[in-house]
């Protein structure tokens, strides 16, 4: 029996997201299954699994605001900006204060532009950037304009050498965490990466839904964390088809504008997720059809 719906999953360490994508095709049997938003192999915590019909929200997922909590280690550059890669700098963190850490932090708050990490899934004239930096080339990323809207600084140690600093952030997709550390080493000259990465929330999902794959093993193949209807009561704002706009929509026509800023979800009479839908020229058009007739 094929199912429909999200799979919260806290992923581990030294997983590709792409790994867990294949776990879960064999636990929930199968093929239809992707992510919303790729965690590089060190990080762990939220990662958002679509099976069957949810791939298809999947797409606004991706585009969810997401907090994390990190690890930045200042006085060390990496190749790869993260503790995956070698480090290629040291440097005396002597003269790295509290609040010099502070300033360099809050200069990266509110909307910026920021160059993503080299050793990313950035594609560079149809190759990812982290296959050309493997290969031995030079790669420079243009920047992108990115919000932090929380960037909290919970911690600070001092030792052997080397200035942790424990920072939680909520921000905008497409932001990379590695990059932060790595500007704020930059701009106290001591260079930076981070050590640690757990995602801690994506949109409305965290990890109070997760499940780690130990317990969707045990549950396999009831893997679903949430029906396509309650994701999408989650994540978007909602209106109610009657019958005839309900037979409207299914056939891929128009409904009548409410006045809801979408994207929003709409529901058949039934309960059942019909459609996401956006207002615009006067009417409300689906984005995509999740029941048709």
Do not use: W
């Not at 790869?80 to 480090?87: K, S």
């Not at 000259?189 to 109070?208: D, I, K, P, W, Y």
């Amino acid at each position: 029996m094929n199912v429909d719906g999200l799979i919260v999953v806290d992923k581990p360490a030294g997983m590709t997201s792409h790994d867990v994508v294949a776990r879960v095709r064999r636990l929930a049997k199968t093929r239809r299954v992707g992510h919303g938003g790729t965690l590089d192999p060190m990080a762990t915590g939220v990662l958002i699994i679509g099976v069957n019909r949810a791939t298809r929200l999947l797409t606004y997922v991706i585009g969810s605001e997401k907090s994390y909590a990190g690890t930045i280690r200042l006085g060390q550059s990496t190749v790869t900006d993260d503790a995956e890669g070698d480090v290629t700098v040291t440097a005396a963190t002597d003269g790295v204060t509290d609040e010099g850490i502070r300033a360099g932090l809050a200069a990266q708050t509110g909307e910026i532009d920021q160059v993503p990490s080299a050793v990313s899934a950035i594609k560079v004239n149809g190759q990812r950037a982290y296959k050309r930096v493997r290969d031995g080339e030079v790669v420079e990323l243009a920047a992108r304009r990115v919000t932090v809207s929380r960037l909290d600084v919970l911690d600070i140690r001092r030792e052997q050498g080397v200035v942790d600093v424990d920072v939680d952030v909520t921000c905008s997709s497409g932001t990379y965490i590695r990059a932060i550390a790595r500007d704020l080493g930059a701009t106290l000259g001591v260079g930076g990466h981070l050590t640690a990465l757990r995602r801690t929330q994506v949109g409305g999902l965290s990890l109070a839904e997760a499940a780690t794959l130990p317990e969707l093993e045990e549950r396999a193949p009831d893997v679903i964390s949430l029906s396509m209807a309650d994701a999408a009561r989650q994540a978007f704002p909602q209106r109610a088809a009657d019958a005839e706009e309900t037979r409207v929509l299914r056939h891929g026509g128009p409904l009548e504008p409410v006045g809801i800023d979408g994207p929003y979800a709409v529901f058949d009479p039934e309960g059942d997720l019909l459609a996401i839908v956006s207002e615009r020229g006067g009417k409300a058009r689906a984005e995509i059809v999740l029941s048709p007739a």
